[in-house]
């Protein structure tokens, strides 16, 4: 990173989920790496703080089948 992360707010909110817009400048070509060393940092500080992730889940709508 060549800067501290940006967080302006809240993307978009799904259900009982919620995206973080979060910009960060690297260095080209650097991207994939500071990503994935980001997401692990964030993990690392859920576990540490006791924030639990919801699981994902499916909601499937429509008629029951037939009996």
């Not at 978009?12 to 980001?38: C, I, S």
């Not at 940092?41 to 540490?48: D, Q």
Request: proline share 9%; charged share 25%; glycine share 10%.
């Amino acid at each position: 990173m060549v800067s501290e992360p940006q967080i302006p707010g809240i993307d978009r909110v799904r259900g009982n989920e919620v995206d973080y817009l979060v910009l960060v400048k690297v260095r080209p070509g650097k991207q994939y790496g500071v990503a994935r060393e980001l997401r692990r940092r964030i993990k690392t500080a859920f576990e540490k703080n006791n924030v639990k992730v919801g699981a994902p889940a499916q909601i499937y709508g429509g008629q029951p089948p037939a009996q």
